[in-house]
């Protein structure tokens, strides 16, 4: 995957990214997600946060449609400091299996909130897998 | 449309949301933006912010297929303060008329930045008009 130095710093090092998916119409769907990317992969955890039903939605609509798109940026007042980096890639559903412990691990490598939560027992992860990467900032 | 008063103060006052479309293949795409709340609509301008090609895809999306999804949140390391709002609607584009007038002024009110950008010349609108809001936050 090709991308400056500095998008991919910022893959790593982002707290809170917004994730897009969308169902079988085409109808999309937004919501923040905490995310660990690695390599070319990028994994969020379905966890307790918010109410169970919402959560869902995205893992049916990734079952429907396994087309992603993620988005990191910095806002400031300062447009001048704007920068963006988007994922754009296939999505699945892991629920057991090598790679789901992979993505809990690194889960809670990042987030210390994740250490103390079950991510495991009935739960899932939502995997994108990067096709292009695009970043922007307006200083360039 | 109903939403708690939290929330409707929130999508007004946000400096910055992530709207999500999708092209007619239902491929979702996820851009920061800013934007103004305005009763049950969200108008967002395409500026020179980001690079044009970018910025013409969501565009593109909203021709093919006229549903957008749109979330403001707020990130906290103590996930207790975490909230977001997510709207969900049909979009389209304005270029002229009184809506894309008005949809300019508002833009204009909320970020001083637009004020000195032409946004009128070969200027676009995106129109998202809330059908469902819905909002969370951890410490309901």
């Known amino acids: 995957m090709t991308a400056p130095a500095w998008a991919l710093a910022f893959l790593r090092e982002a707290r809170v990214g917004r994730l897009a998916t969308a169902d079988a119409a085409g109808?999309?769907?937004?919501?923040?997600?905490?995310?660990?990317?690695?390599?070319?992969?990028?994994?969020?955890?379905?966890?307790?946060?918010?109410?169970?039903?919402?959560?869902?939605?995205?893992?049916?609509?990734?079952?429907?449609?396994?087309?992603?798109?993620?988005?990191v940026d910095e806002w400031s007042e300062?447009?001048?400091?704007?920068?963006?980096?988007?994922?754009?890639?296939?999505?699945?559903?892991?629920?057991?299996?090598?790679?789901?412990?992979?993505?809990?691990d690194l889960l809670r490598e990042k987030y210390p909130q994740y250490r103390t939560m079950d991510l495991r027992t009935d739960g899932a992860v939502l995997r994108l897998r990067a096709e292009r990467i695009r970043a922007w900032r307006a200083s360039d």
Chains 1, 2 share one sequence.
């Open 78 to 104: 300062d447009w001048s400091r704007l920068r963006w980096v988007m994922v754009d890639g296939s999505a699945d559903v892991l629920r057991t299996g090598a790679d789901f412990g992979r993505a809990i």
């Open 27 to 71: 109808r999309p769907l937004v919501v923040p997600v905490c995310f660990a990317f690695d390599e070319d992969v990028l994994y969020s955890a379905v966890d307790d946060k918010p109410k169970r039903t919402r959560e869902l939605r995205r893992l049916r609509n990734v079952v429907e449609n396994p087309m992603g798109s993620l988005v």
